[in-house]
C-alpha cells in the first residue's frame, strides 16, 4: 500500500520551523540599488549608535566607494560599524576594502576567505554568505538581494546598458531586532573563523571567562524568531507610526545548524494554498521535488503559475538547469517567462496578493541546501500588490517559452539527465546529504 502523499509531506516538514509573523512594521519595496543604496545613506547618515552589514559582493565601483565612504564617516562619529563580506563572492574587492576601512574605526570580517590555493580543500567551502543585510541602530533594516554594486556593474560581463532587475525591502519595526541578530551572527562567526585563537587566549585571561562566554554564544547564535516586538517606554506601535496599519511579517533564514530548509518550506506552504496567482521571479532556477510538486499541483487545481527566470544568461550552466525543467512544468501548465532585457537578479515571490516574499534565495540547491540566506515574507494585501505589480511590468518585457522554443528529442534528454547528476555531485562534495 502507498503511503498518503499528505504523509510523506509532514514527514519531510518535521522539525523544519514556520515562519513567525508579527505586526507593527513598515515596510518599503526598493527596486535595484538605485533606490536602496539612497535609502542606506539617509539611515546610516541618521545613525547614532552602530551598523551591521552583511554582503556576498561589496565591489569598488563607485556605489561600493560611496558606501564605504559613508560607513568610515560614521565610525569617525563614534558609531560602532561592522561589516562582513563573503570570501568568494568579494575576493577581487579585499584589498581595495581593507585600504578603505584602514584605522577607520570600521571592523571587516571575511566569511570563509579563500586566499590560499588549498583553502578550497577545506570543509564546507562551497557553503557561501548570500545575505544581504543592513541594520542602523536596530531602528531600521534592509534585506534582499541586491548586492553593494552598481546596477549597470555586472562582474563577469562589465558595463551594461540596462539595469540589472533586483529588489530588497526596508524595515522599521519589529522585525529589526531579528535582521539585526542574524547581522551580528553572521559577522561573529566570521571574525572568530579568522581571529579564534585570539579569541580563546583572551577568553583564558578574562576575569571574568564565563560571563565572557556566554556574550560570545549570544553573539554567533542565529534568531529562532523575530522575537516580541520592542517597547520603547509606554509607547504603542500605534504612537509610534500613527495612521500606519499594522503589516504583519517574518524574518525567516537559511543556516546550516537549525534553519536548515526555513526558506524552502515557507515558499512551498504559501504555494499549497494559493488559489488563484502564484508568481515566482528567481534567476537561478532548480527546484527539488517537494518544489516542483508544490508548482505542478497548484496549476492543475486551477491556480494561474508564473515563473519569471532569466533571458540574459549571466552563467550558462544555470540556464542549462532552469531549461532542462521546462518541459515537465509546461505539461503541467505552469507558465514560464524569460527576462531578456537586463539582467535578472531578483528574488521574489507573490502569492494571491497577499503573501509576498523578498530575498536573497534563489530556487536553486545553492541557496535552498548550501549557503546562508535571508528573506522577509509579508502578509499584506498593499504590500503584495507592490511586488505583484513589479512583476507584471517586467513580464510584458520577457519572452514566453512554449513547447516549440523548446525543442525536444534525445538532447532534452540528455541535457535533464547531465543537469540532474551534476547537481547530485556538488551536493555531496557540499556536504548535503538527502533527497532534494
Excluded at 569598488?60 to 560607513?71: E, S
Excluded at 572568530?192 to 579569541?199: I, K, M, T, V, Y
Excluded at 540556464?319 to 509546461?330: D, N
Aim: aromatic share 10%; glycine share 8%; with cysteine.
Amino acid at each position: 500500500m502507498s503511503k498518503s502523499p499528505d504523509l510523506d509531506s509532514l514527514r519531510a516538514w518535521a522539525g523544519v520551523p514556520q515562519p513567525e509573523f508579527f505586526g507593527g512594521n513598515e515596510l518599503r519595496l526598493l527596486r535595484g540599488g538605485d533606490e536602496l543604496f539612497p535609502a542606506q545613506a539617509a539611515a546610516i547618515a541618521s545613525g547614532r549608535h552602530e551598523i551591521w552589514l552583511a554582503t556576498y559582493i561589496f565591489h569598488f565601483d563607485a556605489a561600493g566607494a560611496a558606501l564605504a565612504a559613508q560607513l568610515v564617516a560614521a565610525a569617525r562619529r563614534g558609531l560602532r560599524v561592522r561589516v562582513v563580506v563573503d570570501g568568494f563572492g568579494s575576493r577581487a574587492s579585499l584589498p581595495w576594502l581593507n585600504q578603505q576601512f584602514e584605522g577607520s574605526g570600521v571592523a571587516l570580517a571575511v566569511f570563509r576567505p579563500i586566499d590560499r590555493w588549498y583553502s578550497w580543500l577545506q570543509p564546507g567551502q562551497l557553503r557561501r554568505l548570500h545575505q544581504k543585510l543592513c541594520v542602523v541602530d536596530g531602528d531600521h533594516a534592509f534585506v534582499g538581494g541586491i548586492n553593494i554594486i552598481g546596477d549597470c556593474v555586472d562582474l563577469n560581463h562589465g558595463a551594461t546598458e540596462q539595469p540589472r532587475l533586483d529588489f530588497a525591502v526596508g524595515v522599521s519595526g519589529p522585525l529589526v531586532m531579528a535582521v539585526a541578530q542574524a547581522a551580528r551572527a553572521v559577522w561573529t562567526r566570521a571574525y572568530l573563523g579568522g581571529d579564534f585563537g585570539q579569541e580563546l587566549l583572551a577568553l583564558a585571561r578574562s576575569s571574568e571567562p564565563r560571563a565572557r562566554l556566554k556574550r560570545l554564544w549570544r553573539g554567533v547564535r542565529m534568531p529562532r524568531s523575530a522575537g516580541k516586538p520592542r517597547r520603547r517606554g509606554a509607547q504603542s506601535q500605534q504612537e509610534l507610526s500613527p495612521g500606519l496599519n499594522p503589516v504583519y511579517a517574518a524574518f525567516v533564514l537559511r543556516d546550516n545548524l537549525r534553519r536548515r530548509r526555513t526558506i524552502e518550506r515557507a515558499y512551498v506552504d504559501a504555494i499549497r494554498s494559493a488559489q488563484k496567482r502564484v508568481d515566482l521571479m528567481t534567476p537561478y532556477f532548480y527546484p527539488g521535488h517537494a518544489f516542483r510538486k508544490a508548482l505542478r499541483d497548484a496549476a492543475r487545481r486551477g491556480v494561474q503559475v508564473r515563473l519569471l527566470l532569466q533571458g540574459k544568461l549571466d552563467y550558462r550552466i544555470a540556464g542549462m538547469a532552469a531549461q532542462a525543467l521546462y518541459a515537465e512544468l509546461l505539461g503541467h501548465g505552469v507558465l514560464i517567462y524569460e527576462y531578456t532585457p537586463a539582467y535578472l537578479h531578483a528574488k521574489v515571490c507573490v502569492v494571491d496578493e497577499k503573501w509576498a516574499t523578498v530575498g536573497s534565495s534563489n530556487i536553486d540547491p545553492l541557496s535552498l541546501l548550501l549557503n546562508l540566506e535571508a528573506n522577509v515574507i509579508v502578509r499584506d494585501a498593499e504590500f503584495a500588490r507592490a511586488v505583484a505589480k513589479q512583476f507584471d511590468a517586467a513580464a510584458l518585457l520577457s519572452r514566453q517559452v512554449d513547447r516549440q522554443y523548446l525543442g525536444g528529442g534525445l538532447r532534452a534528454v540528455l541535457r535533464r539527465a547531465l543537469v540532474a547528476w551534476a547537481a547530485y555531485v556538488y551536493l555531496r562534495v557540499a556536504g548535503a546529504t538527502g533527497r532534494y
